[in-house]
């Protein structure tokens, strides 16, 4: 698998080998841009000098606040994000020895079971979770039987709504314009209510 998220090869490629950045990236993906957030797990590495989940777990949290604040940075909100990315190491650390991708290979399960682990994670709601089952499936190979379902409209072949849709710099902005438009009708919805 090739991702084509960041429009940075570096970035990209981590990505694509490390489950535990994809998924940390992922994580990130809120209130910044998704290719600042999925640049996010490169930085974190060259500054701490991994993205292991035991390292991360392990890690001063001041000395990780640090890593997220150095310019660039991380996320707009770096403190907050730091901690959000140590909980989410922790949880993987426990609770699948380390390794993100048991996640959704495990057990061969479904669809919706590996929906379910996902939003079992910190930091990780129903929208979330199913982006990322999405671009599971769509881009990373995940068979699980019934994904396409468990990731409701995220999973709908030929959609451009979401980051599991990016493949080329053309999608990006497609599902720009789609975030833009639904920001666009959420806003007239609420203004439309008061």
């Known amino acids: 698998m090739a991702l084509h998220i960041t429009g940075e090869q570096s970035a990209d490629e981590l990505l694509s080998n490390d489950p535990f950045a994809l998924l940390t990236g992922m994580l990130l993906?809120?209130?910044?841009?998704?290719?600042?957030?999925?640049?996010g797990p490169e930085k974190i590495r060259d500054r701490l000098g991994s993205i292991d989940p035991a390292t991360i777990a392990a890690t001063d949290p001041e000395r990780l606040v640090e890593v997220f604040t150095q310019t660039p940075a991380v996320h707009r909100y770096p403190g907050s994000m730091a901690g959000r990315v140590q909980q989410l190491a922790a949880a993987v650390e426990?609770?699948?020895?380390g390794d993100a991708s048991a996640i959704w290979t495990r057990g061969e399960p479904s669809g919706a079971e590996v929906l379910k682990r996902l939003k079992a994670l910190p930091g990780f709601g129903e929208q979330?979770?199913?982006?990322?089952?999405?671009?599971?499936?769509?881009?990373?190979?995940?068979?699980?039987?019934?994904?396409?379902?468990?990731?409701?409209g995220y999973g709908e072949a030929g959609s451009f709504a979401s980051v599991a849709d990016i493949v080329s710099p053309e999608s990006l902005q497609k599902v720009r314009a789609h975030k833009q438009e639904m920001k666009a009708q959420a806003k007239a919805a609420n203004a439309a209510k008061g």
Do not use: H, N, Y
């Open 94 to 97: 426990s609770e699948w020895g």
């Open 128 to 152: 979330k979770a199913r982006i990322f089952l999405a671009l599971l499936g769509k881009q990373c190979g995940l068979e699980a039987p019934g994904w396409r379902e468990a990731a409701g």
């Open 29 to 39: 993906d809120q209130q910044v841009a998704m290719e600042t957030a999925f640049a």
